[in-house]
């Protein structure tokens, strides 16, 4: 919300700049061709204007496609005032803002087999524009060569910000892919131990088979619930990595889940941080193993933000409560909210693996400001998990 309030802001202040730019261009002879090729010039800064302000998704096929467009419209323009200019109008300075903006969100945003021409095209119309003004061929050679200057500068910007675009992008790929694998794991671990006992439970009602024929059935009954509840993880672990790709297998180890909740919050408080508080609405035993250990995950991503973050906060709150279908998750601190992030800084993503391990158990997160202040996380997870 918080990035889209800032995006409205800097639409709003580059509209701004361009109005001044137009009124500019206005006064200073842009319409004195005549009316029709005034309004030409203007319709052609409006529609340029109009393709960059708006915001587009990355490897977008219209930046590309329109950048052609504009760029080949406003060479044509220029040739066709070339021939008029008498050096007394001005080449048209909205014009010229709005194509660097477009080559920049271009070579930021574009579909690249598509954005190389499309860049190329509108350098050299942004390039070309002040042959418009009518200037002695060696001061349209330096106009020329500072709007190529400028291009080039709006290009260098659109490819890093796609870069680190790039970056990001690839790094919240590893994090989704270590999270589904970890997420496997914890599965693994949970079916072995559970087919560990279905062997002991077996051996030992063999010897105890002549002895004592009830403790056999006990144990055949047991065997088979723990059976069944193999595989269902098994079931819900294939469902996770239909897509991953392999991992190796890690070793055998318990499984932290909300009844490690207790020692968590302990350890939070003992380390120095804030103090943290658990608090248990209903009783949260007999989870399934991908909710108990989601929960857990939950929690200790949002204490371990809190420590980096909510240094200020004075008290940490840990809330699990248990209706019939669901399992909710609430972590709150009473520190300030932490700061928009701009694209140069390091961008954590323990976050972005959270969200992606609550939604592979089907649920959903939420992460903001509260509205009494402090800083919330809230997880609602599924008691019945589906596959779908």
């Known amino acids: 919300m918080m990035n889209h309030t800032l995006f409205r802001m800097g639409q709003l202040a580059a509209l701004g700049a361009l109005a001044v730019l137009g009124l500019i261009d206005v006064q200073g002879g842009i319409t004195a061709e005549g009316v029709d090729v005034g309004l030409w010039r203007v319709a052609t800064a409006i529609g340029t204007a109009a393709v960059w302000l708006p915001a587009h998704r990355p490897d977008s096929m219209?930046?590309?496609?329109?950048?052609?467009?504009?760029?080949?419209?406003?060479?044509?323009?220029?040739?066709?005032?070339?021939?008029r200019a008498d050096g007394d109008s001005i080449w048209g300075l909205a014009e010229s803002a709005a194509l660097?903006?477009?080559?920049?969100?271009?070579?930021?945003?574009?579909?690249?087999?598509?954005?190389?021409?499309?860049?190329?095209?509108?350098?050299?119309?942004v390039s070309a524009t002040p042959l418009r003004a009518g200037f002695s061929?060696?001061?349209?050679?330096?106009?020329?060569?500072?709007?190529?200057?400028?291009?080039?500068?709006?290009?260098?910007?659109?490819?890093?910000?796609?870069?680190?675009?790039g970056n990001r992008q690839r790094a919240?790929?590893?994090?989704?892919?270590?999270?589904?694998?970890?997420?496997?794991?914890?599965?693994?671990?949970?079916?072995?131990?559970?087919?560990?006992?279905?062997?002991?439970?077996?051996?030992?009602?063999?010897?105890?088979?002549e002895q004592d024929p009830k403790r056999v059935l006990l144990a055949l009954e047991q065997i088979e619930q723990a059976g069944a509840e193999t595989m269902a993880s098994m079931r819900r672990m294939v469902g996770v990595l239909r897509d991953?790709?392999?991992?190796?297998?890690?070793?055998?180890?318990p499984i932290a889940g909300v009844g490690d909740l207790h020692a968590l919050v302990e350890q939070f408080t003992a380390a120095g941080g804030p103090p943290a508080r658990?608090?248990?609405?209903?009783?949260?035993?007999?989870l399934a193993v991908e909710v108990s250990t989601s929960a857990y995950r939950v929690v200790m991503e949002a204490l371990t933000n809190a420590r980096q973050h909510a240094r200020d906060a004075t008290v940490v709150d840990v809330w699990l409560t248990r209706t019939p279908t669901h399992l909710m998750v609430r972590v709150t601190n009473d520190g300030p909210a932490p700061r928009p992030q701009t694209p140069r800084d390091r961008q954590?993503?323990?976050?972005?693996?959270?969200a992606e391990r609550v939604r592979a158990v089907g649920g959903r997160i939420t992460v903001g400001p509260g509205v009494g202040g402090g800083w919330v996380v809230d997880a609602v997870l599924p008691l019945e998990w589906s596959e779908s």
């Open 348 to 354: 954590g993503y323990g976050l972005v693996g959270l």
């Open 172 to 209: 919240v790929d590893a994090v989704r892919a270590e999270q589904r694998a970890e997420f496997a794991r914890d599965l693994h671990d949970f079916i072995a131990h559970h087919v560990t006992g279905i062997v002991v439970q077996a051996q030992g009602a063999r010897f105890i088979a």
């Open 244 to 253: 991953s790709e392999s991992r190796p297998d890690a070793p055998l180890a």
């Open 62 to 83: 219209f930046l590309p496609r329109a950048g052609l467009v504009l760029g080949a419209h406003s060479l044509l323009l220029t040739a066709f005032l070339h021939r």
């Open 278 to 286: 658990l608090h248990l609405d209903a009783d949260v035993s007999g």
């Open 137 to 165: 061929p060696s001061q349209s050679l330096v106009y020329c060569l500072m709007q190529a200057l400028a291009g080039t500068a709006a290009i260098g910007i659109g490819v890093y910000l796609r870069t680190l675009e």
């Open 100 to 125: 660097l903006g477009v080559l920049m969100v271009t070579a930021r945003r574009g579909r690249t087999l598509l954005a190389v021409p499309a860049v190329a095209v509108l350098l050299m119309a």
